[in-house]
């Protein structure tokens, strides 16, 4: 079966500086892959070549066994909330609409039927039928990031990227979003890739994490990576890295994992 | 004369079209410009079409006014068009342009010693002095503009109210903000012709401002911008030549009702909505 996504020697350069290289990862179909690291060490960058826009400067990256195209419907694509004005004339419906034609130029009067079927199914993923009339700048933060998910599966995409979805979401809405992912991947094989600062609410459903500082990564399960001899190794100083209950604590590089936001630009 | 009988007059008849032709624009493009923020350069740029037809009409006569108030339009529109999103930086910039557009634009009407009305029309209109010529030009570049709309219509709302995602899904959103600022500047520089710099707001402003009281679909917000903008721009005409003054008071005052009636009606329509909720929640 071919992996929904391969990426082989792959390098990236930003603004004459080498982010990372030499990055060899195969996504399955189905499986969860959770990027850490600390603020501009290339996670966002990482989605920005798989959603087609920007080439790599060596190696190469397949997505579903061809090059990564721009507005592809086999990705959809998850941004950090982000707040909406109230008056935008944008309902529940229009926002997941233009995840599956938004970016198409013409007339838009081919397949109607069709569009607002896809839409309903959409929404029906993600038990937000009752917000397809409703303002999107009326609603919630955690109601506005279902219908970021919706928008992102309406193409019924194979792939599926996150950039910090859960920011500034509380614990019951963080909750929602990622079960909605889980619930994705299990019932159509979609693979994840999910860009995060915090693992801990991803931990139960991460199968692979890929951790990236100062352009050198580790790759492998959870246990495999976030011990103390790799993230010390990973961040050059000593970090130690404590289970309590279910929850993975990092102590000694807090420093470096502030979050301060920020989109692909 | 009756109104019935100015109505047949063919000025009235020309004013009528070119009212009517104008609204649609304004009405279409309204929406897009409350929708991206930019209220404020569509004033910046009206004062920069009042420069450019003022300095035209100094240097080259009346005829040059309509391509001076284009070309001082289109460059500024463009020029506010690539400052990109950052809005500080886009009003300060905004209105040092504007002032200066504006001190311009005084400057060459002062040395300007022709008929006093083709000054006074940039700044509050002057469709009574549309001609079968202007007619055609406009509805030209109307039709222009309405194809273009047409075509990049679902990229341009994308990137207009859903920035961030639009670009992640690889709509060109810089070109399509340089674009939008083209057609803009297009659509301002015949309105100031027709109901002047100070009132071009009203038609591209107001109208939208008012649809998106009162809906939140954006092809419904569309239609009714377009249908307000033609109420008060006809209303305005019509009820004007009753009453022997200048249209802009009619158009401005028909188009503020209209958006003090969607107002009072958004207003009840959240205040529906947030009972509503509270009896979802309350019944569970």
Not at chain 2, 145 to 153: E, K, N
Request: proline share 4%.
């Amino acid at each position: 079966m071919t992996p929904s996504i391969r990426l082989s020697g792959a390098e990236v350069r930003r603004g004459g500086r080498t982010l990372w290289t030499g990055l060899d990862l195969d996504v399955a179909a189905g499986e969860f892959v959770t990027v850490l690291g600390p603020n501009g060490s290339g996670k966002t960058t990482l989605l920005t070549v798989l959603l087609g826009l920007l080439p790599l400067a060596a190696g190469t990256c397949e997505v579903s066994g061809s090059a990564p195209r721009r507005g592809s419907s086999d990705v959809g694509y998850v941004p950090q909330q982000a707040s909406v004005d109230p008056l935008t004339p944008l309902r529940g419906r229009d926002l997941v609409g233009l995840g599956l034609d938004g970016h198409r130029f013409g007339l838009p009067f081919r397949g109607r039927t069709e569009r607002t079927r896809r839409v309903h199914e959409a929404l029906l993923q993600v038990d937000a039928l009752e917000l397809a009339d409703a303002p999107v700048g009326a609603l919630s933060g955690g109601e506005q990031q279902r219908l970021r998910i919706a928008q992102a599966l309406v193409g019924d995409p194979g792939l599926l990227l996150a950039d910090e979805p859960l920011h500034s979401l509380d614990l019951a809405r963080q909750r929602t979003v990622v079960d909605l992912l889980e619930r994705r991947r299990r019932d159509h094989g979609t693979a994840v890739v999910f860009v995060t600062h915090e693992l801990n609410p991803v931990l139960p459903v991460t199968d692979r994490v890929l951790y990236l500082v100062d352009g050198r990564f580790r790759i492998g399960t959870p246990d495999e990576v976030m011990t103390s001899e790799t993230l010390s190794e990973l961040y050059r100083t000593d970090v130690d890295v404590v289970r309590v209950r279910d929850r993975i604590v990092v102590v000694g590089a807090e420093d470096r994992l502030v979050h301060t936001g920020g989109g692909p630009r | 004369m009756t109104t019935l009988d100015l109505l047949s007059l063919d000025f009235v008849r020309n004013a009528l079209v070119a009212g009517v032709v104008l609204a649609l624009l304004a009405g279409l493009l309204g929406p897009i410009v409350v929708g991206r923020g930019m209220a404020f350069s569509v004033h910046g740029t009206a004062e920069l079409a009042f420069a450019g037809g003022a300095g035209a009409l100094l240097v080259f006569g009346t005829d040059a006014i309509g391509w001076g108030a284009l070309a001082g339009a289109v460059f500024v529109a463009l020029l506010f068009g690539a400052l990109g999103r950052a809005q500080r930086e886009r009003d300060s910039v905004i209105g040092v342009l504007l002032s200066f557009g504006l001190g311009l634009g005084v400057l060459f009407q002062s040395l300007y010693t022709g008929r006093s009305a083709n000054k006074f029309g940039l700044l509050v209109g002057q469709i009574v002095g549309v001609d079968v010529g202007d007619v055609l030009t406009l509805t030209a570049v109307g039709v222009v503009v309405l194809v273009v709309l047409a075509l990049v219509r679902r990229p341009l709302l994308f990137a207009s109210l859903d920035p961030d995602m639009a670009a992640a899904r690889g709509v060109p959103v810089r070109a399509l903000s340089i674009l939008f600022a083209v057609l803009l500047g297009v659509t301002v520089a015949l309105g100031v012709q027709i109901v002047g710099a100070l009132l071009v707001l009203c038609l591209l402003i107001t109208p939208a401002a008012a649809a998106a009281q009162v809906t939140a679909s954006p092809t419904l917000a569309s239609v009714l911008a377009v249908v307000f903008a033609e109420v008060a721009v006809v209303g305005g005409i019509v009820a004007s030549l009753d009453a022997g003054l200048p249209i802009s008071p009619f158009v401005a005052s028909i188009a503020f009702v209209i958006y003090l009636v969607c107002r009072a009606l958004g207003a009840l329509r959240t205040r529906r909505r947030a009972s509503a909720t509270d009896a979802a929640l309350a019944t569970g």
